[in-house]
């Protein structure tokens, strides 16, 4: 199954999409995370990166199709995938569609987390990010069981750089301008689904379930 996970940032996208890999034994493809790794690796890819997502711009389409296309093609996606930040712009979705229907392939589900802007950046301030395994926790409504350790891994938690309130209005704005149409995109392809963003993580995962498997 293929499934991508859309909705503003903030939403809980990271939060879903490591739940579902974990409950569909697929892999959970995050391009926020790809280009974390490589600026905390100092690669190329993370130099030019940085640039943009620390204004909370979109890194740039050329930067970024390719290296979804690479990752999909391994192995391990074989039996689908959970895409967590891909695409954000209608251009990502078509090369990722024609890139699909050329193995007679096609996305599964498009499943929108709905929250609104007011929700967002009260939840941005709050969270706190696994330094090596990306799990994602809020100070308040998923806190870790010893501050400032992952549960999963015992690494440090670290704030985002991109989590500042400055930062969030702007990728709120590009979100609305850039990644926003993609729900038409997906509803005129019919792939598209919608949950309510505001229920708790655990109401979240169970609606996202429930329409899986309908
Ligand atoms: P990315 O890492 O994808 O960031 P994002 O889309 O801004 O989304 P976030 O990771 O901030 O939020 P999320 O929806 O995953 O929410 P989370 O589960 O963490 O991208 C970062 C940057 O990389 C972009 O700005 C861009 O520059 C670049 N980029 C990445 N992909 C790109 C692409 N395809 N093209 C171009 N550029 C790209 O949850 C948020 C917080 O809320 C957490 O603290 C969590 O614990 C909490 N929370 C989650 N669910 C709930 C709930 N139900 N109730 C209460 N709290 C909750
Ligand atoms: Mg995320």
């Known amino acids: 199954m293929k499934i991508i996970m859309l909705g503003a940032p903030g939403a809980g996208k990271g939060t879903q999409a490591i739940r579902l890999a974990e ?3 697929l892999p959970h493809i995050s391009t926020g995370d790809i280009f974390r790794y490589n600026i905390k690796n100092n690669t190329e890819l993370g130099q030019k990166a940085k640039a943009y997502m ?3 711009q979109l890194v740039p ?16 996606c074989e ?3 959970i895409l967590d930040g891909y695409p954000r712009t209608i251009p990502q979705a078509e090369v990722l569609d024609k890139a699909l229907a050329e193995k007679n392939e096609k996305i599964d589900y498009a499943v929108n ?20 395994c990306g799990e994602t926790y809020h100070i308040v409504y998923n806190a ?6 992952c549960d999963r891994c015992g690494a440090p938690l670290i704030q985002r750089e991109d989590d500042k309130p400055e930062t969030v209005a702007s990728r709120l704005n590009v979100y609305h301008e850039m990644t926003e149409p993609l729900e038409n995109y997906y509803k005129e392809s019919g792939v598209y689904v919608e949950v309510d963003g505001t229920q708790t993580m655990d109401e ?3 609606s996202i379930l429930a329409l899986l498997k309908d």
């Open 23 to 25: 409950e569909l034994g």
């Open 54 to 56: 620390d204004k909370g």
């Open 61 to 76: 389409d050329e930067l970024t199709v390719d290296l979804l296309l690479d990752r999909v093609a391994k192995e391990d």
């Open 79 to 81: 039996n689908g995938y």
């Open 113 to 132: 987390i709905a929250v609104p802007d007011e929700n967002i950046i009260n939840r941005m301030g709050g969270r706190r990010t696994c330094t090596n």
């Open 144 to 149: 870790p069981k010893v501050e400032g350790i």
């Open 204 to 206: 979240v995962f169970a």
